[in-house]
């Protein structure tokens, strides 16, 4: 596998590069909540500067339908520029002669940073034209949003029909950690929590060849037990997962390296939370969380293992009663990774989490991708990595 990197330019000095970046960061009334993403793409950033490179930086938020102020940039490149330590220049249009005044006294080593990109109806249409206008804008094209790569839009995908096209640090890095985890030094051990089977599903069939076990909690775990007709009460399920499930069964009998948890934590209908076997799990009860005897177990396996991946709490992490499975997962994968094993974990939520627990230091790599992870781990092509990753 090769990896066309911007490293491999030699020249930047008074370029202009279109960079697409993720700083898809949690909002609450115009300010950010969390910037972990915008930190992560610093290095990609700070390279090209230092380059001299002419810097436009672009990104989505959110999943807007038209122009909503909510969704809005312009916080993000506060937060730019407060972390780069330089001034940032925002511009709230892709074209015109704003954005074409703003290029023409944009100098090496400065950035602008463009609206929100779903604000276009484009975009999310991989549009030409739109991504023929974001193109015009610059001379080199670099891809530094790994968890926008499985989707067909046009500052992902269709741009580079018309400009140069490299891969970001970032990005570069995030497909060499995911590719170790296709080779894996065994025994691999996956955790796999959340909610929707359909999204998990390819990842389960691509590893369960190199994998010695596959640990399924969270709401994931509910659609097994529904599977084998075990009473769930009112915990979430996924209503689409029985032709997904099917297929880690043989008849009734589940596959051999697919372990589910051995007991769970519910909430009765006193609102109480209690434990109990998933075979006595009432109607009126819903499975918000794994038991202690399934963290001993998963802890045996995690002991064990030379590789791992994790992606989905294990529980309801929210509610302070029902995150102990989630948090001792947490633990364990930190307490494994960089040295005894190489631990790999993505998604949201479970960046989230790590994060919360102070813990994401400890793991060999934290993927800023959840769907995306997903789909590479699972095989599928992604459109972002077309020209970027070559086989």
Known sequence: MKIKSLRELKTLSGKTVFLRVDFNVPLRNGKIKEDYRIRTGLETIEFLLAKGARLIVASHLGEPQGREASLSLKPVAARLQTLLKKPVKFLPEFSGPKIKAALKSLKSGEVILLENLRFNKGEYKNDPKFAAALAALADIYVNDAFAVCHRDQASVSAIKKYLPVYAGLLLEKEVLALHRILQPKKPL????????????????????????????????????????????????VDDDSRRFIKKFFQGQKLAAKIVLPRDVVIKNKQGRAQVVAPTAVAAS???????????ADFAGYIKKANSLVWNGPLGKFEEKSFKHGTAALAYLLASRSS????????????????????????????????GAMLAYLGGEKLPGLKKIVLE
Do not use: R
């Open 189 to 236: 051990v996956v955790v796999m929590g959340g909610a929707k089977i359909k999204t998990k599903a390819p990842l389960i069939s691509k590893l369960y060849p190199v994998a010695s076990h596959i640990l399924i909690g969270g709401a994931l775990a509910n659609n097994f037990f529904k599977f084998q007709n075990l009473e769930i009460g009112k915990s979430l």
């Open 285 to 295: 009860d819903t499975i918000l969380d794994i038991g202690p005897k399934t963290i």
């Open 339 to 370: 040295g005894l094993a190489y631990g790999v974990v993505g998604g949201g939520e479970t960046v989230e989490i790590l994060n919360d627990l102070k813990m994401a230091g400890y793991i060999d790599w934290v993927s800023t991708a959840g």
